[in-house]
């Protein structure tokens, strides 16, 4: 007969067995966020954890002055550009950097570091920085969770800002979107076959509104590959921009009854034309 295990072995085996853990998730105390804005073609984003004030004093005490800072909370603060861009008048390549800032009470050093990696600012390594600016922090109303946000976006810039408690530091963004839409704009027409009105006139507007050289001319190649209204009407521009007001005249009106007999262009398409052929031939 097999003998049973005594109620204290089995007792000693219960108590040596470790139970799997549960696999599950903890809210974080600072969660977290992210934002991101396009400028022209330009993709930037920003990723950071949002700590709380939580009726603490922060500026020169949570945060001490003249000391590197993570700009957060947990990870250290992350920031991208799809593209060469300018901060503070100065040039940050396309890339991600962890920002770290090293707070004043009149002045932030506001550093993009190689080091995107770090978790809180620890093994912050100035050798490191990629990048560094200064910016002038301002009073602001009261925010509870420390945020970034992209303020004031313009055609060819935005403002990055950092809010937390009753404090905003503003930092300056410059994109460059003329001159890399215009550096496409050649390879594509370089490349473009010559019937491809389309590419040239998309081109060639692009140019004409930046005010670049190439216009008169991947204009005329448009028209030359097809004559319709959007090829037209762009010809009719460029003429009026150059100061020849009568081929203006002819080319837009052309232009107009062409695009009203075609069934694809819509009346937004032409409202603008129409209005612009009205400019012309208005008496002063």
């Not at 861009?85 to 993009?112: C, K, N």
């Not at 620890?122 to 509870?144: H, I, S």
């Not at 970034?148 to 800002?161: E, H, I, K, N």
Request: aromatic share 8%; net charge positive.
């Amino acid at each position: 007969m097999r003998a049973t295990p005594s109620v204290l072995t089995l007792a000693l085996l219960l108590a040596g067995a470790t139970p799997a853990l549960a696999d599950f998730t903890l809210p974080r105390v600072s969660p977290n966020a992210g934002v991101s804005q396009t400028i022209g073609t330009t993709d930037l984003s920003i990723k950071y954890c949002r700590p709380g004030v939580k009726g603490r004093p922060i500026w020169g005490a949570l945060v001490p002055y003249d000391k590197p800072w993570r700009t957060g909370a947990n990870e250290i603060t992350a920031f991208t550009t799809s593209d060469d861009i300018r901060i503070e008048g100065q040039t940050l390549p396309a890339g991600t950097y962890g920002v770290v800032t090293i707070p004043g009470r009149d002045q932030w050093t506001v550093a993009f570091s190689k080091q995107k990696d770090m978790w809180g600012a620890f093994t912050y390594d100035p050798k490191q920085d990629q990048l560094r600016v200064t910016a002038k922090p301002e009073a602001a109303d009261m925010m509870e969770w420390m945020q970034f946000s992209f303020d004031s976006p313009s055609p060819d810039g935005v403002v990055l800002a950092l809010r937390w408690e009753k404090l905003r530091v503003p930092i300056h963004i410059d994109v460059d979107v003329t001159g890399k839409v215009m550096k496409e704009a050649r390879t594509a027409v370089a490349a473009a076959k010559s019937d491809d009105w389309r590419t040239l006139q998309r081109a060639a507007g692009f140019a004409l509104d930046a005010g670049q050289p190439e216009a008169a001319d991947w204009a005329a190649r448009a028209l030359k590959a097809k004559e319709n209204f959007a090829t037209l009407s762009l010809s009719a521009r460029v003429a009026a921009k150059a100061g020849r007001r009568q081929e203006a005249v002819a080319q837009m009106r052309k232009a107009i009854d062409m695009g009203k007999a075609d069934k694809t262009v819509e009346a937004e398409q032409l409202a603008p034309m129409e209005k612009m052929l009205a400019d012309w031939t208005a008496k002063p």
